[in-house]
C-alpha cells in the first residue's frame, strides 16, 4: 500500500525560501514516478515539478524550484526559492506506478496516489 506525507508548508515573505518533503511508503527505487502539484483557491490542480527519467518542471517555477528523491530515506522534496505571492496553494505530492503512466507528469488524472497536502502561503 502507497502512503504519501508532505510537510514543510508555511508563511514566507516574498523572495523567501521552504522545502517541502513528501515521506513516502510502499514507493521504492524504479517503481513509481513522482511530481508535486499545488492548487491555489478557485483554480484547478497544476503540475509544478516532476521525476520520471528526467526532471522537469513548469515553467512558472523553473530555475526558482528544484524536485528531488532521497530513495535510501524513500523521500521526495521540492526546494523553493524566490517565492512569490503567486505562489501560494496547497501543496501535494502524487506518485504513480511506472507501469500506469501515460507520459504526462504535469496532469493530475496520471496518478493513482496523493498526499494531504501541505500549505504554503506567500506574502508581499
Known amino acids: 500500500q502507497v502512503q504519501l506525507v508532505e510537510s514543510g508548508g508555511g508563511s514566507v515573505q516574498a523572495g523567501g525560501s521552504l522545502r517541502l518533503t513528501c515521506a513516502t511508503s510502499g514507493v521504492t527505487y524504479g517503481t513509481h514516478v513522482m511530481a508535486w502539484f499545488r492548487q491555489a483557491p478557485g483554480r484547478e490542480r497544476e503540475g509544478v515539478a516532476g521525476?520520471?527519467?528526467?526532471?522537469d518542471y513548469a515553467d512558472s517555477v523553473k530555475g526558482r524550484f528544484t524536485i528531488s528523491r532521497d530513495y535510501a530515506k524513500n523521500t521526495m522534496y521540492l526546494q523553493m526559492n524566490s517565492l512569490r505571492p503567486e505562489d501560494t496553494a496547497m501543496y501535494y505530492c502524487?506518485?504513480?506506478?511506472?507501469?500506469?503512466?501515460?507520459?504526462?507528469?504535469?496532469?493530475?488524472?496520471?496518478?493513482?496516489?496523493w498526499g494531504q497536502g501541505t500549505q504554503v502561503t506567500v506574502s508581499s
Open positions: 521525476i520520471t527519467y528526467y526532471t
Open positions: 502524487a506518485a504513480d506506478p511506472w507501469g500506469e503512466y501515460g507520459g504526462t507528469w504535469y496532469s493530475p488524472s496520471e496518478y493513482k496516489y
